[in-house]
């Protein structure tokens, strides 16, 4: 039998100021990578975040970026080594720690934003910041792009793992994710979205605008959470998937 989970980004409002529909959300995914509050989010999105997610039974993970709220992560920082995965260790100590007062315990991290697309460039970068997360508690599950530097860090580290496909975003030859600047990047149609999902879990390869075909390890699917067809690209997804007799469910992880 086929199985998947399905992840989406959240807890990403701050303030009054409020990103996606978070609760929405937690109806159709399995798993939420929740913002620590250097990219997005604050304690107290954090802490709501996290009951919502335990009320629809929805595993819980740490989402760590680079220290920019106005840039929502996503632009590209320079930052040294060990300031780096001291504040990898900060966000990934803040979630656990708000999961733990809740009753609640997080299962999983993933990087955020343009932290996570550097990685999966560049495996040396990929570990530090994996090592700094592990270093807080070494029973992570480390959500990975698959077929990236950052999947080959995880197996060198020996940890346990999950390798993730974005519902919502094009693909490069290889296994990277099209700019968002670029025509055609994110993808908006949720029936288009929940095809493509079910053509790539059944190949068990990624499938590039180009049509390459990119054999991997599927764990995951992403549906991002701060778009406007975010809830209705989830529910497509899951729906679409669910149809082909693939098992949706919360993420486990793989070693090796």
């Given at each position: ?14 303030g009054?100021?409020n990103m ?9 995914v ?43 992560g ?43 697309n550097m ?6 970068l990929?570990r ?5 997360a ?15 530097a ?5 197996r ?13 975003r ?10 968002r ?40 699917i ?19 998937l ?15």
């Open positions: 039998m086929t199985r998947v989970d399905i992840n989406a980004d959240m807890g990403e409002s701050f009054p100021w996606g529909d978070d609760a929405s959300l937690l109806k159709t399995t798993s939420a990578n929740i913002a620590c509050g250097s990219h997005a989010g604050d304690p107290d999105v954090m802490a709501a975040t996290m009951k919502l997610a335990m009320q629809n039974g929805v595993g819980i993970g740490a989402h760590p970026g680079f220290a920019d709220l106005q840039g929502f996503r632009r590209r920082m320079t930052v040294p080594r060990a300031s780096l995965q001291n504040s990898v260790r900060f966000q990934v100590a803040a979630a656990i720690g708000m999961a733990k007062s809740l009753g609640g315990h997080v299962r999983h991290v993933k990087l955020h934003g343009a932290l996570g990685t999966s460039e560049d495996e040396s990929a530090d910041c994996y090592e700094a592990l270093s807080v508690d070494p029973d992570l599950i480390v959500m990975v792009l698959c077929a990236t950052q999947e080959a860090a995880v060198d580290l020996g940890c346990a793992w999950a390798g993730e496909i974005f519902a919502d094009a693909y490069n030859d290889d296994a990277t994710l099209v700019d600047s670029k025509p055609g990047a994110v993808i908006h149609d949720a029936a288009e979205a929940g095809r493509r999902m079910v053509e790539m879990v059944q190949a068990g390869a990624i499938i590039t605008a180009s049509g390459k075909r990119i054999e991997t390890s599927i764990d995951t992403c549906c991002h959470g701060d778009t406007p067809e975010a809830v209705e690209i989830a529910a497509s997804v899951r729906r679409t669910e149809a082909e007799d693939i098992t949706v469910q919360t993420l486990e992880g793989r070693w090796g």
